[in-house]
């Protein structure tokens, strides 16, 4: 089974060949960093008309990359949602005009789906059930995944996405544009211990069920949330108070300080969930997945448990459209279609259709 996979829900366009759900044979990403870099974050009217030019050409590559042509092709899965609206609309018209004009099924992909998808890529052996924690630019989701494209949703995070907390930091230090690579590069050469941040825990009440929030005092949620704001303002306390002071600041030991709070955060978190349920394996996926040294807190976390832990290349953790190839062909096995009404929903949720 051939599925091309389209991706547009942000600042990359991109397609893929997928064979089978789980080998990749082109996987094409057409980033705009160049061009949002210039006003600091992603400009959405500009993210769509630069999706428009690209596309086609994208897609021509994916294809001739894979050595197939649209005649070739069993399906197309495309990114519905969540995402910039205009920016999903490009990809979303582009693969039913293939649909129809080819006569072929048409799949469209939760774009969070996609990022846990991305996990079966390079592990052959991967099957639901297993845990996933979502780290992107704009979700930070503890789930179980208990069959393919089925979640159970443990925790999420209350304010900021990890990805988000990153992205602001790094502008706050003058790392600019897309912050997280840049942090986790500069960060390299810091010291984790030289800020104090706090650790941004919901605190034990609130996740006993005492707190403030309603929806954890009924019990229904907070047990496994995250929190990433108060951590985001620490950090720019710190940077206003040395700017005041005439303390001069390492960009290096902030990015290193703010990254350790962040990855204490998430794999404490985890590894409570992980225990709590018995799990025995964990995936990690989304933008944040890439963050080296997440990366080894995680490892090293899950080897200490004798659980198995999965994790993307970081080409695959970022977007990109392999991962929405392999949801596609999991939700196309399962006789799962779209219909020609198909429609870009910027605010889907996780585990809507
Ligand atoms: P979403 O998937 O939630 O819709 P998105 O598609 O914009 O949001 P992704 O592409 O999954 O997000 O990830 C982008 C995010 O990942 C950005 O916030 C970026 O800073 C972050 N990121 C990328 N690489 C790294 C890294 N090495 N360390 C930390 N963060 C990173
Ligand atoms: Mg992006
Ligand atoms: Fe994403």
């Known amino acids: 089974t051939l599925i091309l996979g389209i991706e547009s829900s942000c600042d990359e366009t991109a397609a893929s060949v997928v064979k089978n759900g789980r080998t990749v044979l082109s996987n094409i990403i057409s980033s705009q960093i160049d061009l949002h870099t210039l006003y600091g974050g992603v400009v959405p009217e ?85 845990m996933c924690e979502i780290i992107s630019g704009g979700h930070t989701h503890l789930v179980l995944v208990k069959d393919y494209g089925e979640f159970e949703i443990l925790g999420r995070s209350r304010d900021d996405a990890a990805g988000e907390a990153f992205d602001k930091v790094a502008r706050a230090i003058g790392l600019g ?21 706090p650790r941004p825990h919901i605190t034990n009440e609130i996740r006993e069920g005492s707190g403030v929030s309603k929806r954890a005092r009924d019990g229904s949620e907070g047990k496994y949330d995250f929190s990433f704001s108060g951590l985001k303002s620490a950090t720019l306390n710190y940077l206003n108070k040395c700017a005041m002071t005439g303390q001069t600041v390492s960009q290096a ?72 190839g392999v949801a596609a062909y999991y939700d196309y096995i399962k006789g799962i279609r779209s219909g020609w009404d198909l429609n870009a929903v910027p605010n889907l949720k996780l585990g809507e259709r």
């Not at 690209?54 to 899965?77: P, S």
């Not at 920016?87 to 693969?95: D, K, P, Q, R, W």
């Open 253 to 324: 030991d902030v990015a290193a300080s703010f990254q350790q709070a962040v990855v204490d955060e998430l794999v404490e978190n985890a590894m409570r969930a992980a225990e709590d349920y018995q799990t025995e394996t964990f995936a990690i996926a989304g933008g944040v997945a890439a963050n080296s040294a997440l990366r080894r807190a995680m490892k090293e976390a899950c080897g200490k448990r004798g659980i198995r832990f999965c994790y993307p290349s970081p080409i695959f953790c970022t977007d990109n459209a392999a991962m929405i």
């Open 177 to 197: 544009y897309p912050g997280g690579p840049k942090i986790d590069k500069a960060a390299r050469e810091g010291n984790p211990h030289a800020v104090e941040l």
């Open 46 to 130: 500009l993210a769509s008309r630069k999706h428009i030019e690209k596309i086609n050409q994208v897609i021509r590559l994916a294809l001739e990359e894979a050595g197939v042509t649209l005649d070739d092709l069993d399906a197309i899965g495309v990114t519905y949602g969540p995402g910039l609206v205009g920016a999903l609309l490009v990809g979303v018209s582009e693969a039913k005009a293939i649909a129809w004009a080819k006569d072929i099924p048409l799949v469209g992909v939760h774009h969070i789906e996609g990022h846990v998808s991305a996990n079966y890529i390079e592990h052959p052996d991967l099957e639901p059930p297993f």
